[in-house]
């Protein structure tokens, strides 16, 4: 009898053992927050500009309109941005006028967007020829993100040219030449009203003189305009893919410093 109750004790202890640890909570590692391995996009969404349209035909040589080319491009550059999965959007959609504040306006309702505006050139000297890429000496910055709503609260032109302006439109001007082989006029600052009044990075490129015999020979050309095309899509995926380079660097560096 001594020994059944001993046997009986022994068992009620191992039960009791094994529930008081089973309520114990177990120890596990603190969670960790994983690290991202991308950076920011430098930007969502591409806005193409076909200049001009309407009654707004731009540049004319002959029965070649300006109104023409830049939509007929900007619809190239369209197709190719979205093979390449990147969103766009168009200031107006075929022969259609949209004022230049209307274009700023719509593009500045854009949230992490850059602007590029298509436009081809003209000079009272028939010999000027050649591609260039214009950036703004001075943008209009948002004060808020209802800047873009409610352009009161914009805050003055900046004292100096956007800095990711002045990239985009190098970018885009050296694929520019490399595709075209036109004469490379480089990249400039100019006060476009277009591309000053966009708070994003905006430039605005001249794809050829409409007033010159051999540029307007080439432009006449699909091959040529796919060339332009494919020109100032590449230059918009270096500037994608070297801003984002930049950003996961910043992102590494302020990550070691906490």
Known sequence: MLALSGLLLMVASFVWMQLHQAERPVAKPEPRAAKSSTAPKPFAVVVLDPGHGGQDSGATCGGVLEKDLTWDVARRIDR????????????????????????AAFSNR?????????????????????????????????????????????????????PESQNLAGFIQEALVARTRSIDRGTQARQFFVIANVTAPAVLIEGGFLTNKEDISKLASEDYR???????????????????????????TAGAKR
């Open 80 to 103: 190719l941005l979205n093979s390449e999965g990147i969103a766009t959007l168009m200031t107006r959609v075929g022969d259609t006028y949209v004022s230049l504040a209307d274009r």
């Open 110 to 162: 854009i949230r992490k967007g850059i602007f590029v505006s298509i436009h081809f050139n003209e000079d009272n000297k028939p010999v000027a020829s050649g591609v260039e890429t214009y950036y703004a000496g001075h943008q209009i910055t948002a004060g808020s993100l209802l800047a873009s709503w409610l352009p009161f609260l914009w805050r003055p032109l900046s004292d100096s040219p956007n």
């Open 226 to 252: 796919d060339q332009i095309a494919a020109a100032v899509a590449d230059g918009i995926l270096r500037y994608r893919d070297a801003a984002s380079q930049r950003n996961s660097t910043l992102a590494a």
